[in-house]
């Protein structure tokens, strides 16, 4: 009687578990989408690498850029970029324990004016679709714009936009997997933003 009761409980247990795993596992794969609105600032540290301060925290890295078309004061072109990093969400100049971190990966589209006498940026401006992500930006989406103007001699970037969590079920393919890294064109580097 005590094995039959024992097994009983091991059962129920069992049972128990694999209902709360379920539904914990259906909870976590229909999470609605969230949106969060990210601004800030931009940094250069080095040719393809930026410190992205503000709502998006981390580094913000230049993997590819293809022009299509370039003259003496115009430069039009495409590529991809990763954010390493957080949505610093409270702004407190850190990534928290519960802000959503990880891998964010863009497509974008640069287009930027020159002075044509020194090749100087006037001014740069791009669009950054979000096409993927990992950890906790995992099926995300979104958009953000830049915009690069020259103050005393320096390119400043400032960005806004959204990051959408959530946007892809869980089980949707991925978009694209990791970017590899690829160099960039003959746009001398400093001369455009991040984009």
Not at 74 to 99: K, M, Q
């Amino acid at each position: 009687m005590l094995a039959t009761a024992r097994r009983t409980a091991l059962v129920g247990s069992v049972v128990a578990g694999t209902l709360m795993a379920s539904a914990a596992s259906a909870t976590a794969a229909t999470e609605e989408p969230t949106t969060l609105h990210v601004e800030g600032t931009q940094i250069q540290v080095s040719e393809n690498l930026y410190d992205s301060l503000g709502g998006l925290l981390g580094d913000f890295w230049i993997l590819t850029f293809d022009p299509l078309y370039e003259s003496d004061s115009f430069v039009v072109g495409t590529g991809s970029e990763r954010f390493v990093g957080c949505v610093d969400v409270d702004l407190d100049g850190a990534c928290g324990g519960s802000e959503p971190s990880g891998e964010l990966l863009f497509d974008y589209v640069y287009w930027a004016t020159f002075d044509p006498s020194t090749g100087a940026l006037i001014e740069g401006n791009c669009t950054h679709p979000i096409t993927g992500g990992s950890d906790d930006f995992q099926g995300a989406r979104g958009l953000v714009t830049m915009h690069d103007v020259v103050v005393d001699g320096e390119v400043e970037t400032t960005y806004e936009g959204t990051v959408v969590l959530n946007a892809v079920p869980a089980g949707a393919p991925a978009a694209q997997a990791s970017a590899p890294q690829a160099s960039t064109s003959d746009v001398p580097a400093g001369s455009r933003g991040p984009c």
